[in-house]
C-alpha cells in the first residue's frame, strides 16, 4: 500500500535557524512529488514538483531535494512569515490523485 | 488571472440534509479535483474529472457523494443525508497539465 510520511508533525524555530522537513514515501511509481505551503483558513499553495531522484527546485529561502526514498524541504534563515502547514504529496499516475502525508506545522517565532 | 473559487466559504447544515459545493476552476483547466480535509489530517483524494473522460470515483467514501463538471467548466460536488462525519473543509483544484494542481480556499461544512 502506498505510503506518505512526514516528520516531525510541529516545528518550531527562531527565526534565521535553518532547519529541514522529511518526507517519505513508499509507493508503487513514483509520478511526481510536490510540496505545498498552507496557511490557516486558505487552501494548499503550491510551492514545487519534484520528478526524480537527484532534482533539486529552490525558492526564496526554501530548497526542496528528492531522494528514491524521500524529499527534504530545507528551510534556510527563516522569518515569521514561513510559518505554516507544509504538506507533501505524490502522484502515481497521469493525470490522477495526490496522496497527501499529515503535514508539518513550522511556527518561526522572532 | 483568477484562481479556483469555491462557494459557500461556510455551510452549516442539519444530519440528514443535502449539500451542494460549488467550484469554479481556472479557466481553460481540463482537470479539476475534490479533496476532504478533515481537522487535524491530512487531505482525501475524493473524485477527479478530465476532460471528456469517465472520472476516476474512486476516493468517494460512500454512495452519498457525488460530483457533476459541465464539459471543462464548473463542478458540483453533492452530499446527500449529511453525516456529523461529514464534516470537514473540501478543496477544489483545477490542473492544465495535470501538474500542478492549484487549489481553491476550500468550503468548511459543519453538520450538527
Redesign the interface.
Known amino acids: 500500500e502506498d505510503q506518505v510520511t512526514q516528520s516531525p508533525e510541529a516545528l518550531r524555530l527562531q527565526e534565521g535557524e535553518s532547519s529541514s522537513l522529511n518526507c517519505s514515501y513508499t509507493v508503487s511509481g513514483l509520478r511526481g512529488l510536490f510540496w505545498y505551503r498552507q496557511d490557516p483558513g486558505k487552501g494548499p499553495e503550491f510551492l514545487f514538483t519534484l520528478y526524480s531522484a537527484g532534482e533539486e527546485k529552490e525558492k526564496e529561502r526554501l530548497k526542496a531535494t528528492l531522494t528514491k526514498k524521500e524529499s527534504f524541504l530545507h528551510i534556510t534563515a527563516p522569518k515569521p512569515e514561513d510559518s505554516a502547514t507544509y504538506l507533501c504529496a505524490v502522484r502515481t499516475d497521469s493525470w490522477g490523485k495526490l496522496q497527501f502525508g499529515s503535514g508539518t506545522q513550522v511556527v518561526v517565532t522572532p | 488571472g483568477a484562481g479556483?473559487s469555491q462557494s459557500p466559504s461556510n455551510k452549516v447544515t442539519e444530519k440528514g440534509k443535502d449539500v451542494e459545493l460549488r467550484c469554479d476552476p481556472i479557466s481553460g483547466h481540463t482537470?479539476l479535483?475534490w479533496?476532504r480535509q478533515r481537522l487535524g489530517?491530512?487531505?482525501?483524494?475524493l473524485i477527479?474529472f478530465?476532460g471528456n473522460s469517465a472520472p476516476?470515483k474512486?476516493?468517494l467514501p460512500s454512495d452519498r457523494f457525488s460530483a457533476e463538471r459541465t464539459g471543462e467548466s464548473v463542478s458540483t460536488l453533492t452530499i446527500q443525508r449529511t453525516q456529523q462525519e461529514d464534516s470537514a473543509v473540501y478543496?477544489c483544484?483545477s490542473?492544465l497539465t495535470?501538474?500542478?494542481?492549484?487549489?481553491?480556499?476550500?468550503t468548511r461544512l459543519s453538520v450538527l
Request: charged share 10%; net charge negative; proline share 4%.
Open positions: 479556483v482537470a479535483y479533496y489530517q491530512g487531505l482525501e483524494f477527479y478530465q476516476d474512486s476516493g478543496l483544484a490542473s495535470g501538474d500542478p494542481q492549484y487549489f481553491g480556499a476550500g
